[in-house]
């Protein structure tokens, strides 16, 4: 399973996930992508889950046309 932490969580928990495929925005370099280009990002290099505290991204993107 592949999961990136959104820049809005500690980098720190990268380390309780050690048996994933885990990787921050940062070390991607996508620190400075919007939501909605962080998200097309995430889906095109295959990432399974995005983990955030955004509470307004489900809100403010149309999941459905980013699948």
């Known amino acids: 399973m592949k999961i990136l932490l959104d ?8 380390f309780h996930l050690i048996e994933y495929d885990t990787f921050t925005v940062g070390e991607k370099g996508w620190a400075n992508l919007k939501n909605g280009s962080l998200l097309k990002a995430a889906i095109d290099d295959n990432f ?10 489900k809100y403010e993107q149309n999941m459905e046309l980013l699948t």
């Not at 399974?48 to 991204?57: A, N, Q, S």
């Open 7 to 14: 820049e809005c969580l500690p980098r720190k928990l990268k």
């Open 48 to 57: 399974d889950i995005l983990l955030t505290v955004d509470k307004k991204l």
